[in-house]
């Protein structure tokens, strides 16, 4: 089963819309209470969360749960609007050579799905026209993404990083655990590659981090062959797929009502909760 971890604003009602089909990871305080959920502290398939003005949600995770997700929410709310962004963040892609852009330093490749840019300085790592890149954290959405020939592997307590320090998370704060990841992350550093620790890793055994760690470095060796035994512009490795959701009136009032089968709810409550401040602080009150 597909698992989702839900936050924000419309997380009761989202919560309750999912029902069937999915699992809810990680829940709050109040979804425990108002849905009667367990501790579940399994990782998710699908992160959702507020959108920045609050008028929808983002959404990050697998292709699975992704279009999953998307069937749902199309199926229930007449109105909303989705845009899944077809590039994979993260993803390593061997892409084409096809030009190099001087005004704005930047070489342009080809991944098939879209045509991005590296940047001037990482020319160096190119040896050829066919060229190993991953998706980069920034310029989500855009028409044209961003890439990096640094290739890293996110796992869910560590991340092999090229060859450099180790890390720990800054959100680690206590002063024992970040010692003892430092020396776990030098001991099991690859030759190739280095170690930076995750916040989840804090409450991990070392069996644990050990497993992950080997199992991400077979994951580098297995993207390695095929990049040698693949012809480009294609993916070597599929990273997460992200949703911009709108949800304009309609949605939301069909949201008011779902939510109202949980807990008393005002009408027009997701209209207000947007506001945001004063006016989102009244309503918990009412």
Sequence with gaps: MVKAKVRGIYSTALTKLLDNGFEIAEPSV?????????????ASDIAIEDRYDRHGIRTSGTREAT????????????????????????????????????????????????MGRVPEEEKGRMESKEVIVQVK?????????????E???PGIYAVLTP????????????????AKLYELGKKLSPS???????????????????????????????????????????????GSYVMDVELPALSRMKLDEIRSAVTPTLERHHYYKVCGG???????MV
Aim: no cysteine; hydrophobic share 40%; aromatic share 4%.
């Design 192 to 238: 190739d590659w280095s170690i930076v620790w995750r916040t989840a890793a804090a409450t991990q055994s070392e069996e644990k981090l050990r497993e992950e760690v080997d199992n991400l470095v077979k994951k580098a060796e297995k993207i390695r062959l095929k990049g040698e035994h693949t012809e480009a512009p294609a993916m070597l490795w599929e």
């Design 278 to 284: 004063r006016i989102a602080t009244s309503l918990e």
């Design 151 to 153: 290739i890293s592997l």
């Design 137 to 149: 954290r920034r310029r989500i959405g855009a028409k044209e993404p961003s890439f990096t020939t």
């Design 30 to 42: 109040a979804l425990k209470e108002r849905l009667k959920l367990s501790d579940n502290r399994t």
């Design 163 to 178: 060859k450099g320090k180790v890390g720990v998370s800054l959100k680690i704060q206590n002063s024992e655990a970040r």
């Design 67 to 114: 279009d999953k997700l998307k069937d749902v929410l199309q199926a229930n709310l007449n109105d909303v609007i989705v845009r899944k962004w077809p590039i994979s963040i993260d993803g390593i892609y061997k892409g084409v050579i096809r030009g190099i852009d001087i005004p704005n330093r930047s070489i342009l490749i080809d991944i098939g799905e879209a």
